[in-house]
């Protein structure tokens, strides 16, 4: 009876090591070097405790941008839509200091301090999404860094380069 318990399991371990080990082989196969971590600008005080984004093989990971005047932590002014424009802004700079643009966006995440400034914060969206949606979820959340109304964060793919 544990022959066959065994026997049983064996198949199911086995595709679990495989599962678990296919990024890693992936990764060898497109000859990925481990993730690349690019901190942040200087904001005039001290460093800010995470990257601004982290590369690993095509895919550029960008952490949440509030809508900050760059090299500072100052928020633009005027409510919703500076603050979402100027959040779009650096995720546009961040995008093509690492070879990649807002056309290549495959995802964002999009933090409100208010929910009910999401048909606002669409409006802004809109204007730099046309054409290639990316993937989006959207929530309303409690205590933004630096009182900012909106944070996003994306994904994006990296072309290679030409």
């Not at 961040?94 to 400034?117: N, P, W, Y």
Request: hydrophobic content about 45%.
């Amino acid at each position: 009876m544990k022959q066959h318990s065994i026997l049983t399991v064996l198949p199911a371990v086995l595709c679990l090591s495989l599962a678990s080990a296919a990024p890693l082989l992936l990764a060898q196969e497109k000859n990925i070097e481990g993730p690349q971590y690019f901190p942040m600008a200087s904001t005039g005080g001290a460093p800010l405790p995470f990257s601004e984004a982290v590369k690993l093989g095509d895919t550029l990971y960008v952490s949440g941008q509030i809508g900050s005047v760059p090299g500072t932590l100052t928020l633009a002014s005027g409510g919703i839509g500076p603050e979402a424009r100027r959040a779009l802004e650096n995720i546009r700079a961040i995008l093509e200091r690492h070879g990649s643009s807002l056309d290549h966006v495959v995802k964002c995440t999009v933090f409100l301090a208010h929910i009910k400034d999401w048909p606002a914060f669409n409006e802004v969206y809109r204007e730099y999404f046309k054409t290639n949606l990316p993937a989006r979820s959207a929530l309303g959340a409690n205590g933004l860094a630096m009182g900012a109304r909106v944070e996003i964060e994306c994904i994006a793919f990296v072309p290679p380069k030409k």
